[in-house]
């Protein structure tokens, strides 16, 4: 990829006139597709989205898409990170299966919080899906999407051991809100997954501690707003860097930004991107 930073799933709408401008204007390294399953899957009933401090909010769409057959419309307007979930390894490799096409990355999403029998549900098959997935994609990158849990550490080296390529990490964090007024919970789904500058250490400690573990191929994210939050990602394993949250909050031209200020450091510094990678770890 001819850039260091990708946009994150479930930012921008899939929606193919959307996406072309966000490919031709931005010119990201990459552009990470919202998860897309067999068939399509109705998002859950509003609200689905709270800010609930600076740059912080919770979410719980549920992994509402279309369906992977719409990748048909979108095409291949820049290189595409496709994200791709179900609720069996059979729906996965179904899946993969039309997914492959158009993605220069498969990104199997095993973590997402907000759809009971998806995502995290199927984390306990990390390494048989890796498996099934690499079986039928034997020409370009598989990635496996992991949480924030207490044992992401074990689950990215079943990943590997199945014949993942890399790593995505992290996705959100479980979390819940409650009204005062009502006494119930803020989102329709109860819980929700919390993203934004709250999970950012989290991100630091686990994509650290992964790449001590395993040295793989990481994409980071979590919580990056700024130039600083990117070379710390990059610093602990990351090659490719997410952004996600801050898209929300300050608009597309983020990325723009953060990459100036990434390029200005290493310049001043002396530095090319691929010198920081790994640089704060200690083996």
Request: proline share 5%; aromatic share 6%; hydrophobic share 40%.
């Amino acid at each position: 990829m001819n850039d260091f930073l990708t946009v994150a799933s479930g930012i921008v709408p899939d929606v193919p006139e959307y996406i072309s401008k966000v490919c031709n204007e931005i010119k990201p390294a990459s552009l990470t597709l919202k998860t897309l399953t067999l068939n399509g899957v109705e998002p859950h009933r509003p609200p689905t989205v709270l800010k609930f401090h600076d740059s912080c909010y919770m979410n719980a769409i549920g992994l509402g898409n279309p369906g992977v057959r719409s990748l048909e419309n979108i095409g291949k307007p820049c290189q595409l990170i496709v994200s791709i979930g179900g609720s069996s390894i059979d729906e996965i490799v179904k899946v993969a299966e039309i997914a492959k096409q158009y993605g220069t990355i498969i990104e199997v999403n095993l973590s997402s919080p907000n759809r009971k029998g998806f995502g995290e549900s199927m984390a306990r098959y990390t390494k048989e899906v890796a498996g099934a997935v690499k079986d039928i994609i034997n020409d370009k990158p598989v990635f496996i999407k992991l949480g924030p849990w207490d044992e992401t550490l074990q689950l990215a080296g079943k990943a590997l051991e199945g014949g993942a390529d890399g790593l995505t990490l992290i996705n959100t964090l479980k979390g819940m809100k409650i009204d005062l007024n009502s006494f119930s919970p803020y989102l329709s789904y109860t819980t929700g997954g919390i993203s934004g500058k709250c999970i950012h250490p989290l991100a630091v400690r686990i994509i650290h501690d992964v790449y001590r573990e395993y040295e793989p191929e990481i994409i980071g994210i979590g919580g990056v707003f700024d130039w600083e939050d990117a070379l710390e990602l990059a610093s602990v394993g990351a090659k490719i860097i997410g952004v996600g949250t801050a898209i929300l909050d300050e608009g597309l031209s983020v990325l723009t930004e953060i990459r100036k200020g990434v390029n200005d450091f290493l310049s001043e510094k002396g530095l090319r991107f691929p010198d920081v990678i790994g640089r704060a770890v200690k083996k």
